[in-house]
């Protein structure tokens, strides 16, 4: 099956740095996927790690460690608009390509 | 960039009709769209998923009667919510998948806010 778990809440002042946890029991997956969502929107993606290690795209960085079943989500330089939810997603399937998405975590950035 | 629209955006219907939710690729061709159910404070739980010119693949779960999906062409997809009831009301968002199978591929529709009364 599909599971991955993430905290509910985080919170954060503007300048700092927060670190998103996910751990996941994912049966043929391929890949960690983190996506951003402001109250009412679309999810908008953020990084993907398809292979170990880490990957940075400005102020955000992800991490994947297959082996222990876990990656994070970076965030630098808190930003107020960057208050919203954050969900690791799992790809699973080469040609169909399903994400199944985490519970999310919602961070507040506090002035 | 790619944009997938999502129509209505949001609608109230009577319990016991039906409503249909377009969602439609602007500048690409998906040959896959997913539809998403998202309760307040949830996660994204994966409908189904359709490919253009076959029948949808629901998940586990998911009644394939009651969510009637058409993808008729490559830029558009539908979801049907057929005798709706109070507990269908949900966000309601879809994504269509462009290219290879990497989740930068992926763009969501803003969602449809349906409430049944």
């Known amino acids: 099956g599909q599971s991955l778990e993430q905290p509910s809440e985080v919170t954060a002042v503007e300048g700092a740095i927060v670190q998103i946890n996910c751990t996941y029991q994912t049966s043929g997956f391929y890949g960690l996927s983190w996506y951003q969502q402001h109250d009412g929107g679309a999810p908008t993606f953020l990084s993907y790690?398809?292979?170990?290690g880490l990957e940075e795209t400005g102020r955000f960085s992800s991490f994947l460690s297959r082996s222990d079943s876990y990656g994070y989500l970076l965030l630098q330089e808190l930003q107020m608009k960057d208050s919203a939810s954050y969900f690791c997603?799992?790809?699973?399937?080469?040609?169909?390509?399903?994400?199944?998405f985490g519970r999310g975590t919602q961070l507040t950035v506090w002035p | 960039g790619a944009v997938v629209s999502q129509h209505p955006s949001w609608v109230i219907c009577k319990s016991g009709t039906s409503v249909k939710i377009e969602c439609r690729s602007l500048d690409f061709q998906a040959t896959t769209m997913f539809w998403y159910r998202q309760f307040p404070k949830q996660s994204l739980m994966l409908m189904a998923t359709s490919n253009e010119g076959s029948k949808a693949t629901y998940e586990q779960g998911v009644e394939k009667d009651k969510f009637l999906i058409n993808h008729a062409s490559l830029t558009l997809s539908t979801l049907t919510v057929t005798s709706a009831h109070p507990e269908d009301s949900s966000f309601y968002i879809c994504?269509?998948?462009?290219?290879?199978?990497?989740?930068?591929?992926?763009?969501f529709g803003s969602g449809t806010r349906l409430t049944v009364v």
């Open positions: 994504s269509a998948r462009r290219g290879g199978g990497t989740p930068d591929g992926y763009t």
């Open positions: 790690n398809a292979l170990d």
């Open positions: 997603a799992g790809l699973r399937g080469s040609t169909l390509g399903r994400l199944y």
